[in-house]
T-cell receptor
Framework: AQSVTQPDIHITVSEGASLELRCNYS??????LFWYVQSPGQGLQLLLK??????LVQGIKGFEAEFKRSQSSFNLRKPSVHWSDAAEYFC????????????FGTGTLLAVQP | DAGITQSPRHKVTETGTPVTLRCHQT?????MYWYRQDPGHGLRLIHY???????DKGEVSDGYSVSRSKTEDFLLTLESATSSQTSVYFC??????????????FGDGTRLSIL
């Protein structure tokens, strides 16, 4: 069965520092992968998606993610974090088939220190 | 932002009462989903719909029912609410293209407290 693991429940970085959020997936075929961000009291906003092709994917707000099939990973990165990036981040994998269902990780809560 | 409206945004009710949450979309997307979000669990799928009157169960469907009589509306009903159903509920929509998974777009959620 498909699954997603986000090993870091909580991460704190200083403003201006680089960021990497980890995501590992389990899926038998070529996965469809997504990163979402959730600000307090809000719904989830799509940051970026990977379907196929180039393994380095650019998203909104200066985020990027790299798909590594050999490591079953899809880590999210940002070179310089801003205070407004403080939020919860969710990785998701498409369950395949016609249902368009997603399997979500448990999320990583990012805090940004001034 | 995708045109998704969830109502109510907040609700407090008592154990044993029926509760209905509404999701309304203006995007004419075929697929609609209900999730619940709880600390340490991420988002878990309750039910989803792949067309008018076409629905199916997700991973945590016990105690919930859904209905979709129009493309734009997807209702989630708790027939007899229990305290374990206290959660934040999110609606999402998507429009599949061919064989690939498309992103889902989310509403702002309903915070439901059952006392």
């Amino acid at each position: 069965a498909q699954s997603v693991t986000q090993p870091d429940i909580h991460i704190t970085v200083s403003e201006g520092a680089s960021l990497e959020l980890r995501c590992n997936y389990s899926y038998g075929a070529t996965p469809y992968l997504f990163w979402y961000v959730q600000s307090p009291g809000q719904g989830l906003q799509l940051l970026l998606k990977y379907f196929s092709g180039d393994t380095l994917v650019q998203g909104i707000k200066g985020f990027e993610a790299e798909f590594k099939r050999s490591q079953s990973s899809f880590n999210l990165r940002k070179p310089s974090v801003h205070w407004s990036d403080a939020a919860e981040y969710f990785c998701a994998v498409g369950a395949g088939g016609a249902t368009n269902k997603l399997i979500f990780g448990t999320g990583t809560l990012l805090a940004v220190q001034p | 932002d995708a045109g998704i409206t969830q109502s109510p945004r907040h609700k407090v009710t008592e154990t044993g009462t029926p509760v209905t949450l509404r999701c309304h979309q203006t995007e004419n997307h075929r697929y609609m989903y209900w999730y619940r979000q709880d600390p340490g669990h991420g988002l878990r799928l309750i039910h989803y719909s792949y067309g008018v009157k076409d629905t199916d169960k997700g991973e945590v469907s016990d105690g919930y029912s859904v209905s979709r009589s129009k493309t734009e509306d997807f209702l989630l009903t708790l027939e007899s609410a229990t305290s374990s159903q206290t959660s934040v509920y999110f609606c999402a929509i998507s429009e599949p293209t061919g064989d690939s998974n498309q992103p889902q777009h989310f509403g702002d959620g309903t915070r439901l407290s059952i006392l």
